[in-house]
């Protein structure tokens, strides 16, 4: 090989293994570290990233990357790309100076502080001046980095390669209109009766089921792990090592097997990026987005459909016997599928979800664009829940205080949550026509099928094309609300039986 291409990835290789080490130590502090930990845990954490940030932004690997990116014509496209994407994340990292990574950083960990009392408290006040002074950051890192249009593209590049603010207008104003009108005829025809939920439902049973159904979709437990925390979240340290965690509470028979299945979804992806690939930074998803509608197929496309529930009722009594006897397939389907307007995101099901992220959306572009006020953000967030969501916030706590991202200075972050349920609803149809039988298969509980044609389509891919590439290779399209739409319609429309 190449001499030069040799040193790049060692470099690269160095600096992902440091990448990784961090993760480990974040995964570990929030599954197993002793509370007593945490001082010393946040100076390993500073020590590494500090360490990984000049590693990766020293003027030699720039050197290096510009050199190998002047001659990439001359090199393997499979070495030209890992060169490209290398070099757009050290063009990004060293457009922010030093002093400026600092001074965000030391503002997020001042502002998770005082949102967390903010939160608890519901007291907007108390957390306007640290979202003040995160959003004038936020500001500042959009001119560091550059835009064409709005300053909020910058920010969106941190989450969505290639995808601008106008774009995600234009797909959102097709998903608010419809979205909404489905949540009212929803509304209006009424709730299923769910008695047969009521009551407690062993924490240990729940888990072993989560357990049964994330082998079944073919996560390898020899190269992964699930463990209890109090926030689910999936994590890569290589493709031969992907945790999962999940939790379970005694009044939500389903909430620890959802969990289950969607990091499961994140997890898979992870343990399919190439072999060749591992120590660089092509060993993930081109985008949040992309990332997010594999946890989101696996788990609304899949583990909400009725022939997954054929299958798993049957399984799921022997874990809690004498419970669901007299429970059928259909009982299970629209249990997990009860749709209604909420107030808290993450509560929120496939049909209201979007919605709440378009009125963060809404509200961030007008906070970054300079149109909105923090000081207003609560009556500006109130009146989209009500006209979004016909419902009336009863404090911010339930409204605008709710989420964590903004006091991590994220702005960009929410739109990629939708993001997922649209290229889900896409890259799931392509499935669905490529693959004999899929929903066969999913009734006998055999997902190989299913998971061969993710790891050749999706997962091998890791960041060598960007989202929108990657989505067209597959489904010849672009990315759009309406097979989400269609998906929606479809579905509960029959299950709230509201005609056409
Ligand atoms: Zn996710």
Redesign the pocket.
Same mark, same amino acid.
């Given at each position: 090989m190449d001499g030069d291409l040799q040193d790049l990835r060692r470099k690269l290789g160095e600096v992902s293994d440091i990448h990784n080490a961090i993760a480990l130590l974040q995964w570990d502090q929030e599954t197993c570290m002793p509370p007593k930990g945490g001082e010393a845990r946040s100076w390993q954490l500073a020590t590494l990233s500090a360490l990984e940030h000049r590693l990766f932004t020293a003027e030699s690997l720039g050197n290096l990357l510009r050199e190998l990116h002047a001659r990439a014509s001359a090199l393997e496209a499979a070495d030209a790309t890992l060169v490209e994407v290398a070099l757009y994340d050290y063009n990004r990292a060293t457009k922010l100076p030093e002093d400026f990574v600092h001074t965000f950083a030391q503002e997020q960990s001042r502002a998770l502080a005082v949102w967390v009392d903010a939160h608890r408290t519901s007291d907007f006040a108390l957390f306007r001046p640290n979202l003040e002074r995160l959003l004038a950051l936020a500001r500042q890192k959009a001119e560091y980095l550059g835009y064409a249009e709005s300053p909020y593209d910058a920010l969106l590049g941190d989450y969505e390669r290639g995808m601008t603010t106008a774009e995600v207008k234009r797909l959102f104003a097709g998903l608010a209109a419809e979205q909404s009108r489905l949540v009212e005829r929803i509304v209006a025809a009424g709730q299923p009766g769910l008695a047969w939920l009521a009551g407690d439902w062993d924490e240990a049973a729940q888990w072993a089921f989560s357990l049964r159904v994330l082998e079944d979709m073919g996560y390898d437990f020899e190269a992964g792990r699930q463990d209890p925390s109090i926030h689910p979240f999936s994590i890569y340290f290589d493709t031969c090592d992907v945790r999962v965690t999940t939790r379970a509470t005694k009044e939500a028979l389903f909430s620890c097997l959802m969990s289950s299945i $969607?990091e499961g979804g $994140?997890a898979l992806y992870m343990q399919g990026h190439a072999e060749g690939d591992r120590r660089t930074p092509l060993c993930d998803a081109p985008s949040l987005g992309m $990332?997010?509608s594999q946890?989101r197929m696996w788990e609304n496309e899949i583990g909400r459909s009725l022939p997954f529930w054929r299958h798993y009722l049957p399984i799921m009594r022997g874990f809690f016997p004498g419970r669901l006897d007299t429970v059928a397939p259909e009982d299970v389907y629209a249990a997990v599928n009860l749709a209604k307007p909420s107030l808290i995101r993450v509560e929120a099901d496939e049909c209201t979800y979007n919605l709440h992220i378009i009125i963060r959306f809404e509200l961030e572009v007008a906070l970054i664009e300079g149109d909105l006020d923090v000081g207003d953000i609560p009556g500006a967030w109130n009146a989209k829940v009500r006209e979004y969501l016909g419902l009336d916030v009863p404090d911010d706590a339930h409204g605008c205080l709710q989420d964590i991202h903004w006091a991590h200075g994220a702005f960009g972050y929410f739109p990629t949550y939708a993001l997922g349920n649209l290229y889900a609803a896409q890259v799931f149809n392509a499935m669905l026509e490529q693959i004999p039988d899929l929903w066969g298969n999913v009734e006998r509980g055999y997902f190989g099928p299913l998971l061969s044609w993710l790891r050749a389509n999706v997962h091998v891919h890791g960041r060598r094309k960007l989202a929108r590439e990657l989505l067209h290779d597959i489904t010849g399209a672009e990315l759009s609300p309406e097979p989400y739409l269609a998906y929606l319609n479809h579905k509960f429309g029959a299950l709230y039986g509201l005609g056409t």
């Open positions: $969607h $994140h $990332h997010e946890s």
